[in-house]
T-cell receptor
């Protein structure tokens, strides 16, 4: 794996609680992404970052926020978790030009009950 | 808006057979990627295709790109069980910051 660590790897939380997922990279890549993966939907982009404190929304950003205060860390927060946010979340990084090859973390399986 | 369609979405085949997975996309793009995902695992990059007519091969997998037809194919030759996985194609989106993903093709190869 290209130096990407996601934490936690598994989490069960209750509806209405805030949840933060962490992505840490050691590759010094500029671009970082949060995706969710659900059966039948492939990968859907939640938010992405193109530099420290530079973030933007993806196609399914409602209910999520992100922060990137350091190059190596990209945090995804579910402000008030809902059952529809039960999913597998992947962090990805890429360097060089925008849209370059992405390398993925191991994923976080989140269950909202 | 860029859309990416893969077909088939599910494929069950016997070892030793050949087959092709198709990836169509709706607008022009200068890069296409193929990834592999094993059950419960992360995604692994297989191929990057950068130009019209590009062909990449690794082992029993060969990927090609026709930008005029907006079509990429992933061809499997003499399939073996170890190639069982879900295969995704992804295309650089309009914003250039993101990849637009196909829904994936789940490939099961029976011994």
């Amino acid at each position: 794996d290209a130096g990407i660590t996601q934490s936690p790897r598994h989490k069960v939380t209750e509806t209405g609680t805030p949840v933060t997922l962490r992505c840490h990279q050691t590759e010094n890549h500029r671009y970082m992404y949060w995706y969710r993966q659900d059966p039948g939907h492939g990968l859907r982009l939640i938010h992405y970052s193109y530099g420290v404190k530079d973030t933007d929304k993806g196609e399914v950003s409602d209910g999520y926020s992100v922060s990137r205060s350091k190059t190596e860390d990209f945090l995804l927060t579910l402000e008030s978790a809902t059952s529809s946010q039960t999913s597998v979340y992947f962090c990805a990084i890429s360097g060089g030009r925008p849209g370059a090859e992405a390398f993925f973390g191991q994923g976080t399986r989140l269950t909202v009950v | 808006e860029l859309k990416v369609e893969q077909n088939p979405l599910f494929l069950s085949m016997q070892e030793g057979k050949n087959y092709t997975i198709y990836c169509n996309y709706s607008t022009t793009s200068d890069r296409l990627y193929w990834y592999r995902q094993d059950p419960g695992k992360s995604l692994e990059s297989l191929f990057v295709l950068l130009s019209n007519g590009a062909v990449k091969q690794e082992g029993r997998l060969m990927a090609s790109l026709d930008t005029k037809a907006r079509l990429s194919t992933l061809h499997i030759t003499a399939a073996v069980h170890d190639l069982s996985a879900t295969y995704f194609c992804a295309v650089v989106g309009d914003s250039n910051y993101q990849l637009i993903w196909g829904a994936g093709t789940k490939l099961i190869i029976k011994p």
